[in-house]
């Protein structure tokens, strides 16, 4: 089971990316509602979260490199929960 670890880590990384793009795509119509959001905060929601993953993917393997691939990948997870219990606890968009 030991060997198993990195794939289920990767795959657990994986599936919270893949969820989290399609909760707030399918979350917008609420989002836009409940926080009286215009339509061009809408698309600063979504385009936000892709500027940022594209910008830091790359720096961040080279600093996976350098500081340990665990270490900064357990990093990443809980800050990337904390970023999204943030967002889900805002009061405006």
């Given amino acids: 089971?030991?060997?198993?670890?990195?794939?289920?880590?990767?795959?657990?990384?994986?599936?919270?990316?893949?969820v989290y793009s399609t909760i707030v795509t399918?979350?917008?119509?609420?989002?836009?509602d409940d926080l009286h959001a215009s339509f061009s905060s809408l698309?600063?929601?979504?385009?936000?979260?892709?500027?940022a993953l594209a910008?830091?993917?790359l720096g961040m393997g080279s600093l996976g490199d350098n500081l340990g691939r665990k270490r900064l990948y357990l990093t990443g997870l809980t800050v990337f929960a904390l970023?999204?219990?943030?967002?889900?606890?805002a009061p405006t968009s």
């Fill in 1 to 18: 089971m030991h060997k198993w670890l990195p794939l289920v880590a990767t795959c657990s990384g994986t599936f919270m990316l893949l």
């Fill in 26 to 32: 399918v979350a917008l119509p609420g989002v836009a």
């Fill in 43 to 51: 698309q600063w929601i979504i385009d936000v979260y892709t500027l």
């Fill in 55 to 57: 910008g830091l993917l």
């Fill in 83 to 89: 970023a999204t219990l943030a967002c889900g606890l």
